[in-house]
């Protein structure tokens, strides 16, 4: 293995908030590679994949995302991205669960290893509290970091510490799906694409919904039972009402936010649920009102919970998931190390299918 040098890229938006002109403020500049103290791990990152909704890569250059933001290991801004995998290149002392060579990936939560979330949990999201993997080289601490599935390329395990994850969190750790579950998902980023392959994987009924007939190949490819347009049908829970029956369904992967949750709702069985993990979607093209929303709600004895990504220990269980049954994420497109601006560009405009990767070199 090469020497580690001591200056590695990364992409950053400037230290002043206030001159944040969204992501197309983003940098590529120098920073220091400092070496791993006690409890240390540097590792060399591969890959890092992009997020819109609960990640930061969009909403934090909109100011949109909670804080705090960190301003990076020099206070010289904040390097986004909470999704990387790569090698162990060096290990600080006391570490004795990494060696040099190890193929890691990194989780989104850099304190929540267990149990539910505490509001300090989250002072310390990858790419937000704390510095992001947009960056060539990163020191984590040891217990931050999950060994890659073997069957995974570092591409592809950087797509499970956000998208994956939330996926999991939804319909295997609230209440898990089985092979009689029937379960929604809306469509085609990255979290509701994750959700469609482990809930086959689980022997589940998938319903979809997405926009064009592009999009729904790549998801019958994938064994999903029903396809939705909703260009086609903009009232779609009265569809989904007819493919389960009457009855609905039992879960719903919910991305949009304001823009599709009533039709989320109308779409779930009697004790449905309803997660709600993205905001995406605008407007409100039912003209519903909140008195609705609560009267929904309470008939339909549905619950809705927000998911917000998930903890270590989820994480192992997915990775040992996806391990079984050898899933392979789904991956759109990769972009190179200087075409980040251009891949969030893409990304905002929605026409992807699966997950968006940087590939880092």
Known sequence: MSAIPTTAQAWRFPPDQKSWNGHKSLELR?????????????????AAA???????DILISREQYPGPYST?????????????????????????????GDRVHSLFFETWFDGPIQDKHTLFTVGGGTTGCLTQYRVFDAKTLLPIPAHLSY??????PCAALTAWHSFF???????????????????????????????????????????????????VDEIINYREVPEWSSKVKELTGGK???????VGGQGTLMQSLKSIKREGFVHVIGVVAQGNPGGETLHDLAMTLLFGQASMAGILVGNKAMCERLDAFMTKHKIKPVIDRVFGWSEVVDALDYQLSGSHFGKIIIKID
Request: include cysteine.
């Open 173 to 223: 750790e609230k209440q898990p799906i089985t092979k009689d579950s029937t379960v929604l998902v809306l469509g085609s980023g990255g979290v509701s694409v994750f959700g469609a392959q482990l809930a086959k994987a689980a022997g589940a009924r998938v319903i979809a919904t997405t926009s064009s007939k592009e999009k729904a190949a790549k998801y019958k490819d994938l064994g």
């Open 50 to 56: 992009l997020n819109y909704r609960v990640c930061t």
């Open 72 to 100: 990076g290991p020099d206070g010289q801004g904040l390097i986004p991205s909470c999704d990387g995998a790569g090698e162990v290149v060096a290990v600080g002392e006391g570490v004795t669960q990494w060696k040099k």
């Open 30 to 46: 120098q920073v220091k590679i400092t070496p791993p103290k006690q409890g240390e791990v540097l590792v060399k990152l591969h």
């Open 248 to 254: 609905g369904v039992e879960q719903v992967l919910e």
């Open 155 to 160: 591409e592809e395990a950087a797509t499970i």
